[in-house]
């Protein structure tokens, strides 16, 4: 069975970029279909936006006295 990992190497080696939410891996073996341009992709947005209200903040660490 071939793993995530073997996806990304195979991919990389036929010149297909790979999403940078598959890189950080958020989400499972993913392509890029924006030649890495984020900025214009709606996928990106989605998760910035699901990011930016779904995920709560650590809390702040106290300082030492």
């Not at 790979?18 to 709606?42: K, M």
């Not at 699901?50 to 809390?59: D, Q």
């Amino acid at each position: 069975m071939k793993t995530t990992k073997d996806k990304r190497v195979r991919a990389k080696v036929i010149g297909v970029p790979i999403c940078i939410w598959s890189e950080a891996g958020v989400v499972s073996s993913r392509s890029c279909t924006r030649q890495l341009d984020c900025e214009r992709c709606l996928f990106d947005q989605n998760m910035m936006d699901f990011y930016a209200y779904n995920v709560t903040p650590l809390p702040a660490v106290p300082n030492a006295a």
